[in-house]
Structures are given as structure tokens and as C-alpha cells.
């Protein structure tokens, strides 16, 4: 049995847990990025600066997300 941590959730509300919501949280970041990659196109090749707005908040909620990964990480590593 793993070691038993507190929940604790994501600026989007994403709870994130050992045993089950940690893998959820990547697979909802590469979801994003999925996602985003048409804006980031119209953005680019387009120049569409619309686009560019959505691109980073997306971006931005990557960041968050993959700090929230990155401490959960290492609070795990450490045994709590």
C-alpha cells in the first residue's frame, strides 16, 4: 500500500490524490495542449490575435497545473 496523502486540488479544481488523479491531471494537461493547437496555428501562420489570447491562457494553465504535478511529486518523494 502507498503512502497516504491529503488531497489537495489544482487551480482549476482538479483533485489530485496518490492512488488515482495525479495520472488525470497530465492526461488533462496533454488534452489541453491537444486542444490549443489549432489556435496556436492561427496564431502563428494566421497572425490571428485572438488566437494568441487563447494560446496563453491555455499556457498559463498549463504552467499551474504542471507546478501543481511537479509539488505533489516531490511531497510523495519525501514520504509527506
Do not use: C, W
Not at 497530465?26 to 490571428?48: A, C, P, Q, S, W
Not at 498549463?62 to 501543481?68: E, F, G, L, P, Q
Request: proline share 2%; hydrophobic share 30%; charged share 20%.
Amino acid at each position: 500500500m502507498g503512502l497516504q496523502m491529503p488531497y489537495f486540488y489544482t487551480q482549476k479544481g482538479t483533485k489530485m490524490d496518490n492512488n488515482t488523479n495525479t495520472p488525470d491531471t497530465l492526461t488533462n494537461m496533454i488534452t489541453l495542449l491537444e486542444e490549443v493547437r489549432t489556435d496556436y496555428n492561427k496564431f502563428y501562420v494566421d497572425g490571428n490575435a485572438s488566437a494568441g489570447t487563447r494560446v496563453r491562457k491555455v499556457m498559463q494553465q498549463i504552467k499551474t497545473d504542471a507546478h501543481a504535478v511537479r509539488t505533489h511529486v516531490q511531497s510523495t518523494k519525501n514520504g509527506g
